[in-house]
């Protein structure tokens, strides 16, 4: 005789309420950490600025022309938390400026690093652009004059050997080759030869002066450090 199996019915097990509770807060947890994520993610994007950062090394008393601020400068968004004081911001601000400082590769440029050219010019009453020859490396003490620089002249009487101080802290607004080729700011300055001819700015008032001094004995020109 067959027999004939006889299958119950399993007892359906009840689901523990604590347990879904413990999961839907779980599910919700995790829903309200991802979007403080989210959010916090929108909120740094927004929280930049640009700057305008150096892409090479520029001398102290470089002439910030269009090229150089072409070639040197570029535009960035970087942190709010990573811009300092007086920062600039746009590379047009840089035209007309010279140099104060070293600046480095990578570093984010402030105005106080800077120095308006027309500035210094303000300094004089009618500035007027003057020029002296060197003709021997002894005329000069302190190293290599480019453009930029700062220098003191005088003069040694060539009858009483008297060295007398003309003029004081003027700017170099140009150094030049016996050939008249221009000398830019170089960090290897030894690749360039030395400065023949030096341009400055001096009062409008003191040039027929100045041009009597300089002829009168041995020019000497001391570079300001």
Known sequence: MKRIKIRYPKEK???????????????????????????????????????????????KGTELSDEIIANSFREIYVPVSYVPDQVIEDRKQLAGNITEEEICEREILTIPKLCELSALLEELEEPVEVSVSVTDLSQVVGGIIRAGDRINLSVTD?????????????????????????LDRVRTEQEQPPATVLNFWIPKAME??????????LLRISKIQ
């Open 158 to 182: 060539r009858e009483t050997g008297v060295n007398e101080r003309i003029i004081s802290n003027v700017y170099v607004s140009g150094a030049f080759t016996s050939s008249g080729n221009r």
């Open 208 to 217: 027929q002066a100045f041009n009597e001094e300089i002829n009168s004995g």
């Open 13 to 59: 097990r009840k689901k523990n309420p604590a347990w879904r509770f413990l999961f839907s807060f779980f599910m919700a947890f995790l829903v309200f950490l991802l979007l403080l994520m989210l959010e916090a993610g929108i909120q740094n994007k927004e929280e930049e600025k640009q700057v305008v950062m150096a892409v090479a090394d520029i001398p």
